[in-house]
């Protein structure tokens, strides 16, 4: 069992930036996926950042790439979502999430729409004005 807390979202101005934190309770097994999506009012849910735990390769949603960065630490027990030069359109909940089982592959773009098995955190609002 994984528990994952999310803190750092609120409210700025478009061009600004915000450092999203998860802290992580229990064990992620390598080879999961761990990332980050998030989801508009009325709008599907959708990956912005994942990695396979263990791994060293990232993907990202195409409209955050060279924006937004995705680190954590080894273990991980916290992982971390660097947003900058933030636009009205990234507004949005973001949920922290890990993967429940091992991933068939290597590359984290796979996570952000082919996992649907995860652990997920209660989210934290994200709002950026114009």
């Known amino acids: 069992q994984v528990q994952l807390v999310e803190s750092g979202g609120g409210s700025v101005e478009a061009g600004g930036s915000l450092r999203l934190s998860c802290a992580a309770a229990?064990?992620?097994?390598?080879?999961?996926?761990v990332g980050w999506f998030r989801q508009a009012p009325g709008k599907p849910r959708e990956g912005v950042a994942a990695?396979?735990?263990?791994?060293?390769?990232?993907g990202y949603h195409a409209s955050v790439k060279d924006r937004f960065s995705f680190f954590h630490d080894g273990a991980p027990k916290m992982l971390y979502l660097q947003m900058n030069d933030l636009k009205p359109e990234d507004s949005a909940m973001y949920y922290c999430?890990?993967?429940?089982?091992?991933?068939?592959?290597?590359?984290?773009?796979?996570?952000?729409?082919?996992?649907?098995?995860?652990?997920w955190g209660q989210g934290t609002q994200v709002t950026v004005s114009s």
């Open positions: 999430a890990a993967g429940r089982s091992r991933a068939p592959v290597y590359y984290g773009n796979w996570c952000l729409t082919n996992e649907n098995n995860y652990y």
């Open positions: 229990g064990n992620i097994p390598s080879g999961t996926c």
């Open positions: 990695v396979i735990n263990g791994g060293a390769s990232y």
